[in-house]
């Protein structure tokens, strides 16, 4: 067993631990994690360790008997170490990310390095521009790359790690945009995507020929296929496809044949994750976020699908999810975290059963400190069956907190998810509740959930946070005058969007890199087939100046805070712009901040505290938590 200290201090870099104070000091929630990826090497003999650091990312090479530094990468600062994977027992591959241009934050640069086990042999593999597919099963020296040409289809390419030379032919993607779906073998046998324009995806099955053949239409068949994998003797193909009502299904299917049968479709919840064996990569389990996590086995007689679920025994209501496995599968690593648990690892030993404590992905962040996290369902004003999140902090002790209700973003299938969330476990610690709302056009609830949203935005989906709103109100734990609005992106817009519709229910609302003006957004957005399609499924045909909050800001009484990357491309700066603009035009006075460098979300540590700090006083001021020191947290 070794601590975080240990690796930070091999690496020159500092770990701080938190006070013991109730209240966590802020930088303890914006500091990155003490590591990152935990891998251990086929051969069981060393440990592959990421370490995020203020400006980089680092990369060290553990020797298990002893944990002492057997190599390491380090690059300058603003270049991470990213995708770290074993090769073989002596040999790891990995790419990196960068800062390009103004844009603050990292972007991967295409190159491949290699490191030995050692540190020797330092060196990138390849030149070009690609991205790391896959390791090989049984390979030493070879790993598949896709290549992207310019104007063409990717390619997928298999290279020698020697050299960076391709080994055979390449595999060329029947569509422009998509993904290469590999038997255990590493044989390329499937593929899914888009053609240019198109919002609906295509699924292929490659021929012994190498020819593609298309065996699905979401334009035609009227539902998406994901493939996920196959058993262990690549026979059976495994597909989630979607249903017309409710969850999604999962299905084998019998590639010869062209046949497909249901194996389990849960009643409420689509399927999270898919599990497989680390010695022959078939699937083995399926994971649902069914507000805490579920597990249903697909081969109950596997040997590791039965030590997940000793996992699962020993960690309940936490996702225990394996990492790496040793060659033989003896030794297993599985990362446990929960809703108070921002993470840690765990060895084990598959032949004795015995699990051992490795090391906590962040020493700053005691679960004991955090404050639980508890799913509920509510019936919307229309009957539709609605799941959110609430999280209490823990000085409240059961009596009503200010609320801050927080929306997501998306919001076609993105949805919150029980779990570790740093903005929503200091906000608890500051005395915050937090509410957060699946509502109809999430993710994870089937395909007619999600188009339940279709012409609904500032309407049905706006009701069901309102609902939930007086969920929390009817269940004790908030009151009117003191709940609080604020979301990213879409949340940002639902946020307004709430403040318009239920004048007096809102104290306030917070917007950050929101969508203000649906007039301009389609304007900007009808350039591309695809941006206009979805666009015009997604909002439907209404009245656009009638759902802008940017066009409606007259109706807001409260105060508003706004926050903004100039450099976002996906809800440009002119969106924020356009908010504060229609409320100085109504005589109110927003607080806006705006960050230069930053695009849909910041990643600089200074302009992440400035905001925090700009979110907590604003929640001080408007809902009751000005009595907390200033000096506390800054």
């Not at 390491?72 to 170490?81: L, T, Y």
């Not at 997928?156 to 569509?175: F, H, S, T």
């Not at 699905?216 to 009227?222: D, F, K, L, V, Y």
Request: hydrophobic content about 40%; aromatic content about 10%.
């Amino acid at each position: 067993m070794f601590r975080v200290t240990f690796i930070l201090l091999l690496l020159l870099a500092d770990a701080g631990i938190a006070r013991a104070s109730e209240e966590i000091p802020l930088d303890d929630f914006l500091a990155p994690d003490d590591i990152g990826q935990l891998l251990i090497s086929p051969d069981g003999e060393h440990y592959a360790v990421t370490v995020p650091m203020q400006d980089r990312t680092a990369l060290a090479i553990l020797r298990r008997s002893d944990l002492k530094r057997s190599g390491h990468v380090m690059f300058r600062a603003g270049i991470h170490v990213h995708d770290v994977r074993w090769v073989n027992d002596d040999t790891l591959v990995y790419t990196d990310a960068r800062r390009f241009g103004k844009l603050a934050r990292p972007q991967q640069s295409g190159t491949l390095y290699r490191i030995r086990a050692d540190g020797s042999d330092s060196r990138p593999v390849s030149r070009e521009w690609v991205r790391l597919h896959d390791t090989l099963r049984g390979e030493d020296d070879l790993v598949q790359v896709i290549r992207y040409n310019s104007g063409g289809s990717p390619r997928l390419a298999r290279i020698r790690l020697a050299n960076g030379d391709a080994v055979g032919g390449q595999v060329k993607l029947p569509v422009p945009s998509g993904s290469f779906h590999a038997d255990n073998t590493g044989a390329i046998r499937f593929a899914s995507g888009y053609k240019f324009g198109e919002i609906r995806s295509r699924q292929f099955q490659r021929e012994a020929s190498g020819k593609w053949r298309e065996i699905n239409s979401e334009a035609s068949s009227g539902v998406a296929w994901n493939f996920a994998g196959f058993s262990a003797d690549n026979q059976t193909a495994y597909l989630i496809i979607e249903h017309a009502e409710g969850p999604d299904g999962f299905y084998s299917y019998d590639p010869k044949a062209g046949t497909r049968k249901l194996l389990f479709r849960h009643p409420r919840v689509d399927i999270g994750r898919v599990l497989r064996s680390p010695v022959d990569g078939g699937v083995i389990a399926l994971e649902y976020f069914d507000g805490k996590p579920t597990l249903q086995l697909v081969a109950p007689r596997d040997p590791f699908a039965k030590a997940l679920v000793r996992m699962a025994k020993a960690f309940p209501e936490a996702y225990v999810t394996p990492t790496s496995y040793t060659r033989d599968g003896r030794i297993g690593i599985y990362f446990v975290s929960s809703d108070v648990n921002s993470g840690e690892y765990y060895r084990v030993d598959h032949d004795t059963g015995q699990a051992a404590f490795v090391i906590a992905r962040s020493e700053r962040l005691a679960p004991d400190r955090m404050a639980p996290m508890t799913p509920f369902r509510f019936k919307a004003r229309d009957g539709l069956e609605v799941e959110g999140l609430v999280t209490r902090p823990r000085v409240a002790a059961g009596q009503t907190a200010p609320l801050v209700v927080m929306p997501h973003g998306g919001p076609t299938n993105v949805f919150d998810q029980w779990g570790f969330d740093r903005e929503v476990q200091l906000l608890a610690n500051r005395g915050y509740a937090v509410l957060q709302v699946n509502f109809r056009g999430s993710g994870n609830y089937g395909r007619a959930f999600r188009e339940a949203a279709n012409g609904q935005w500032g309407a049905k989906m706006q009701d069901d946070i309102t609902d939930a709103t007086f969920w929390a109100i009817d269940q004790g734990i908030a009151e009117r005058g003191r709940i609080c609005l604020y979301g990213a992106s879409y949340g940002a817009y639902a946020s307004m969007m709430g403040l318009i519709r239920e004048p007096g229910l809102y104290a306030c609302g917070i917007g950050n890199v929101g969508l203000y003006d649906m007039v301009e957004m389609y304007s900007d957005q009808k350039r591309t087939r695809s941006g206009r399609d979805y666009f015009e499924t997604a909002v439907g045909n209404v009245d656009l100046a009638s759902i802008s909050p940017a066009r409606m800001a007259a109706k807001i009484r409260v105060p508003v805070l706004l926050g903004a990357g100039v450099l976002d491309d996906t809800t440009p700066l002119e969106q924020t712009r356009a908010m504060q603009k229609g409320l100085e035009n109504a005589g109110q006075s927003p607080e806006v901040a705006l960050y230069e460098g930053e695009a849909h979300g910041y990643y600089l540590r200074k302009n992440q505290r400035d905001w925090a700090q700009r979110v907590l006083r604003f929640l001080d001021t408007q809902i009751g938590q000005a009595r907390r020191p200033a000096a506390a947290t800054e």
